[in-house]
T-cell receptor, first 114, second 114 residues
């Protein structure tokens, strides 16, 4: 089945610096790659997603890039702020023979130091 | 509020026991996913249901089972509980089986097995 690896497991940055989180996936049939943010004690929430026919997508300080050939995608956060501190999960989705899988990576704990 | 409701929020039970976790998806959402979140393993995909039918399976133990009812709510049954089953269990719903639809998470049920 699909396997999604995420790195690093923890990331500390200074406020204002950039943060990059990387994921790789195993199933070449995956074609949807969302990123979720989970604040302490809360549910995961979608922050941005990208489809397989797109190489890059931006939303203000957040951007995702996708390299389908290499099967990896990344989350870039610029001008980090303390409120960006959270756990970030990447995921890979797509149709299986039956059903619609959505498999998550292990998560990255991002700490933004002010 | 994501519109996904999970009950109970907390559950403490003894080893060997059986529990049932309940999930009510967002109004109109047909697809329900169950995930287990342990401290060191991120969001582990367990199972997906669509309109009452099981559609996709992840790393779900044989001691665990789930179902989705005609009113679209779903239940996750965990039996012969072990200490290692202690975790946060999330359900998420998606509008339909479209590949690119956002998954909305409930607040989770924290299960503690003692």
């Amino acid at each position: 089945g699909e396997n999604v690896e995420q790195h690093p497991s923890t990331l500390s940055v200074q406020e204002g610096d950039s943060a990059v989180i990387k994921c790789t996936y195993s199933d070449s049939a995956s074609n949807y790659f969302p990123w979720y943010k989970q604040e302490l004690g809360k549910r995961p929430q979608l922050i941005i997603d990208i489809r397989s026919n797109v190489g890059e997508k931006k939303d203000q300080r957040i951007a995702v890039t996708l390299n389908k050939t290499a099967k990896h995608f990344s989350l870039h956060i610029t001008e980090t702020q303390p409120e960006d501190s959270a756990v970030y999960f990447c995921a890979a989705g797509g149709l299986m023979e039956y059903g619609n899988k959505l498999v998550f990576g292990a998560g990255t704990i991002l700490r933004v130091k002010s | 509020d994501s519109g996904v409701t999970q009950t109970p929020k907390h559950l403490i039970t003894a080893t060997g026991q059986r529990v049932t976790l309940r999930c009510s998806p967002r109004s109109g959402d047909l697809s329900v996913y169950w995930y287990q979140q342990s401290l060191d393993q991120g969001l582990q995909f367990l199972i997906q249901y669509y309109n009452g039918e099981e559609r996709a399976k992840g790393n779900i133990l044989e001691r665990f089972s789930a179902q989705q009812f005609p009113d679209l709510h779903s239940e996750l049954n965990l039996s012969s509980l072990e200490l290692g089953d202690s975790a946060l269990y999330f359900c998420a719903s998606r509008a339909h089986e479209g590949i690119y639809t956002e998954a909305f998470f409930g607040q989770g049920t924290r299960l503690t097995v003692v």
